[in-house]
């Protein structure tokens, strides 16, 4: 399989215990985390993610909640996914205006 991931990774020789949660908390599931790397990680899913939506969901890395990462899908294969870490300011353009204030500081 061709390396799709850019970055270093740090591989868990047994994997790391996480849980994928949709945005709007209807669903959950358990997950190993294979790797990981400051873009993406590889999971192996704990059962179906058939009818999730994966567009858009959390990567749950405590069992508080208070560690995660925002995430979408990436690649499937069987059981393992690969997810895309989204950043707070991925969806968010600046505007004109606050372009502005920058330049004039």
């Known amino acids: ?3 799709r991931r850019a970055g270093d990774r740090v591989v868990f020789e047994r994997g790391f ?9 209807t ?9 990981i790397s400051e873009t993406g990680a590889k ?3 704990d059962g179906s993610v058939e009818g999730l939506n994966l567009k858009e969901f959390f990567l749950l890395l405590s ?5 995660y990462r925002r995430c979408e899908l990436g690649w499937v294969n069987g ?11 991925d969806k968010k353009k600046k505007t004109k205006r606050s372009e502005t204030q920058e330049a004039e500081t």
């Open 43 to 45: 999971l192996t899913v």
């Open 79 to 89: 059981d393992q996914i690969g997810v895309n870490f989204l950043k707070p300011n």
């Open 17 to 25: 215990p996480a849980h994928m949660m949709g945005i709007d908390g």
């Open 27 to 35: 669903w959950r599931r358990s997950c190993i985390m294979e790797d």
């Open 1 to 3: 399989m061709t390396e």
């Open 63 to 67: 069992s508080t909640g208070l560690a």
